[in-house]
């Protein structure tokens, strides 16, 4: 299994600011996704992170709206830029080790109230 | 990607057996079936996942039809702490041991009365 942790847990923001998510994972994985879920929604994945190489995007995100980091086996950052109200929702990353077979494991999610 | 039907919402007594089901008739050969389940205010939790045989594990069991066109989720004795959305999930598996993110529906809201 894996422990997650996202910061910061919730925020509330301006429309047109940004807001970086942190996801921190107690143990190296290969695979990191960033999913969103808007209130009273199912989850939308949003994009795929892969250490040493670029994110791949979901239809529908951007990544200059949506730019991902992942500069580790353990880390990865999402940040959400020029923010609307339309933003407003729960952002959470998720991992996986056995490559599509296995489980993933997800964080609590960051609730991100743009105002 | 195949698709998965599964009733809005389902409502079962403390401590009695809850068969949830999940209709796939479009599933390909390659594809497993996973279930995960969010708590109020978490994350989604992985319950268990099968390709053809049925699974057990200590939360739950997966019951998959002979054709594999439906597969039903088992929870033995249900708690106030099973009250969760659940998810019935297909995911196809590379061979090459890529895979993509997970395609959540809408879920099953289960409701458990005390």
């Known amino acids: 299994s894996a422990v997650i942790s996202q910061k910061p847990s919730r925020d509330i923001c301006q429309r047109g600011t940004s807001l970086t998510i942190q996801c921190q994972v107690d143990?190296?994985?290969?695979?990191m996704f960033w999913y969103r879920q808007q209130p009273g929604q199912s989850l939308t994945l949003i994009a795929t992170?892969?250490?040493?190489?670029?994110?791949?995007?979901e239809s529908g995100f951007v990544i200059d709206k949506f730019p991902i980091s992942r500069p580790n086996l353990t880390f990865s950052t999402l940040t959400v830029s020029n923010l609307s109200p339309e933003d407003s929702s729960i952002y959470l990353c998720?991992?996986?080790?056995?490559?599509?077979?296995?489980?993933?494991?997800f964080g609590p999610g960051t609730r991100l109230t743009v105002t | 990607d195949a698709k998965t039907t599964q009733p809005n919402s389902m409502e079962s007594n403390e401590e009695e057996p809850v068969h949830l089901p999940c209709n796939h008739s479009t599933i390909s050969g390659t594809d497993y079936i996973h279930w995960y389940r969010q708590l109020p205010s978490q994350g989604p939790e992985y319950v268990i996942h099968g390709l053809t045989s049925n699974v057990n594990n200590r939360m739950a069991s997966l019951a998959i039809a002979e054709d594999r066109k439906s597969s039903t989720l088992i929870l033995h004795r249900a708690t106030l702490r099973d009250a969760a959305v659940y998810y019935c999930i297909l995911r196809m598996r590379y061979s090459g041991g890529g895979a993509d993110g997970l395609t959540f529906g809408k879920g099953t809201h289960l409701i458990i009365q005390p």
């Open positions: 992170a892969n250490q040493g190489s670029e994110a791949t995007y």
């Open positions: 998720s991992v996986e080790q056995d490559r599509g077979v296995g489980e993933q494991y």
């Open positions: 143990s190296q994985v290969t695979m």
